[in-house]
């Protein structure tokens, strides 16, 4: 019976309902609209400030900011890795290092990185560039350990070796677990990058978590509400735009689909 | 690479002098061949046979050089066999096709990476070798998309296609229908006669290694040792329902049954 449906009609129904329940209930008087807007005061906030330009101009400098520091971490962080599984004493120094400072939050280094740049781009980069890093080296390292031998040996043969080996059989061959480190790097630097705007206000650019947290100062419960959801969506369309296609093609043309 | 220039016809490509192998596995150091001397002569096509376990595998690693002696050594001309070399493809008993390229990319793999060929050449030669083992149609295909023979077809064409000088190939025709399996038999004796190589062909089949070898080695298990040398004196190309190539086949089969089980 329920099964007859098409497949979204379910989620839509409880979104409607959810949201309609939630913008009842604010307006019914029983909460107080400072501190729990309803959705349509949500939706006034995005618009406004979509107009006023202050929201595209706070998601680019965050963007910004994002792409910068995780292209640096990644950069550095996949021929760190792949050191790292290449040779014992790295793996057994930098290596350990790297799991260690993975688990560490990445908003531990806020104060570190305002003693040693100031208030300045390069604290909020740092900051960002120490949350992807550690993810990415390790899971390079774990990809590139993981390369079944076989292909080793048999590219070996036919005389590959050296860089060749590198770029045409061990890097394809790691790619899909490198990909899976790329993309928790992402996660931690996304996150990593929200605590440092929200911590700091960094004079160089004001970013999504400033504008949070300029909300929270002027009391404006709407706006806060409102960057929460554009975070939210910023992180998946990430995903979706970018990663999941990617992962997509990469499992399919390889049979690892299920 | 084209054709060798040393025409001294007995002359070893390939020799082992007391060559023992063990392996430290999770039940225990096992001495996977034990003084093996063994000469593989150039231009010539040997077969290995034996039961499961005797080290046939293991002996290709070695010559191939993915592996090194405990003792004895491997040479290879008057050069010792230190590394894997371009001039000694392994053609492995799984098919290790790479799962992020094509057939035919698959099969370019060892063409390119010999510099003295234009890549019109490279494109060539491999479709020659897969349209050889009858997949000209599939080289678009992914590795995943084939059958298990088909795979081991790919892998076939991937070996043969760069022309190595030596050739090293273990149990290539195991997961092949009869027919197909004898029509590469009759393929690779064609190549192996125009193109003069030196092959050494694993098998478990023992009408293949008789129908294929010049000579064929019997391999004893526990530990690898070689039992006996038969010299195939058939001339080529050979059938395999030859009735000469039968008899001689049953004589290989009665000396390995006569082995005393372990
Ligand atoms: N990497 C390894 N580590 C430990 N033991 C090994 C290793 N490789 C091979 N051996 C052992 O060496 C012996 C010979 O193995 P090998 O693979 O050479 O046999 P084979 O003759 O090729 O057998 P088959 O016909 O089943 O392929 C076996 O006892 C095996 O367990
Ligand atoms: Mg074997």
């Known amino acids: ?258 | 690479m084209g054709l060798r220039s040393e025409p001294t016809a007995a002359s070893a490509a390939l020799t082992l002098r007391h060559v023992t192998k063990r392996f430290d596995g999770a039940s225990g150091q096992v001495t996977a061949l034990e003084d093996i001397t063994l000469e593989v002569r150039e231009g010539e096509f040997l077969a290995i046979v034996g039961p499961s376990g005797c080290g046939k595998s293991t002996l290709l690693s070695l010559l191939a050089g993915l592996e090194h002696t405990n003792e004895g050594t491997i040479n290879l001309g008057d050069q010792p066999v230190e590394a894997p070399g371009r001039d000694r493809l392994v053609m492995f008993q799984q098919d290790a096709l790479f799962p992020w390229l094509n057939v035919l990319e698959n099969v370019l793999f060892g063409l390119r990476l010999k510099p003295d060929l234009t890549e019109a050449e490279r494109i060539e030669s491999a479709r020659y070798y897969l349209n050889l083992v009858g997949l000209g149609d599939k080289e678009r295909a992914r590795p995943h998309e084939l059958s298990g023979g088909m795979r081991q077809r790919v892998a076939l064409a991937r070996s043969l296609a760069p022309n190595p000088r030596v050739l090293l190939m273990d149990e290539p025709f195991s997961a092949l229908d009869a027919l197909t399996r004898e029509q590469l038999y009759g393929d690779l004796q064609g190549i192996f006669t125009k193109r003069k190589k030196t092959i050494v062909l694993v098998t478990h089949n023992i009408r293949e290694a008789v129908c294929l070898g010049d000579r064929v080695v019997l391999f004893s298990p526990n530990p690898g040792k070689v039992q006996q040398v038969f010299d195939i004196g058939l001339p080529r190309p050979r059938r395999l329902n030859d009735p000469a190539l039968a008899s001689l086949a049953a004589e290989v089969t009665e000396a390995l049954t006569s082995h005393p089980a372990k």
């Open chain 1, 1 to 258: 019976m329920a099964s007859k449906l098409p497949r979204p009609v379910i989620p839509t129904l409880v979104a409607i309902l959810l949201v309609g329940g939630w913008e009842w209930y604010v307006r019914s008087g029983r909460v107080s609209e400072v501190l729990f807007p309803a959705p349509s005061h949500v939706l006034r906030w995005f618009w406004d400030s979509l107009l006023s330009g202050e929201l595209l101009s706070a998601t680019w400098v965050t963007m910004r900011r994002l792409v910068i520091g995780f292209a640096i971490g990644a950069a550095l962080g996949v021929p760190l890795g792949a050191l790292c599984a290449r040779v014992r004493w790295v793996r057994d120094t930098l290596g350990v290092l790297a799991l260690g400072l993975q688990t560490l939050p990445s908003v531990c280094w806020v104060p570190l990185a305002l003693l040693w740049f100031g208030i300045r781009e390069e604290a909020v980069l740092f900051v960002v560039v120490m949350g992807t890093l550690w993810a990415v080296v390790l899971a390079v390292q774990e990809s590139v350990l993981n390369v079944p031998p076989l292909y080793l040996r048999a590219a070996q043969t036919m005389g590959s070796k050296s860089w060749h080996l590198w770029s045409r059989v061990i890097f394809p061959a790691a790619l899909p677990g490198v990909l899976s480190g790329m993309k928790q790097g992402w996660a931690f630097a996304w996150r990593s990058l929200m605590a440092a705007e929200i911590f700091v206000v960094i004079v160089t650019g004001f970013g999504l978590g400033s504008l949070l947290n300029a909300g929270r100062e002027l009391l404006r419960m709407d706006q806060v509400m409102g960057v929460m959801a554009v975070v939210m969506l910023v992180g998946l369309l990430a995903d979706l735009v970018f990663f999941a296609p990617f992962e997509r093609w990469l499992r399919r043309s390889r049979g690892l689909e299920r």
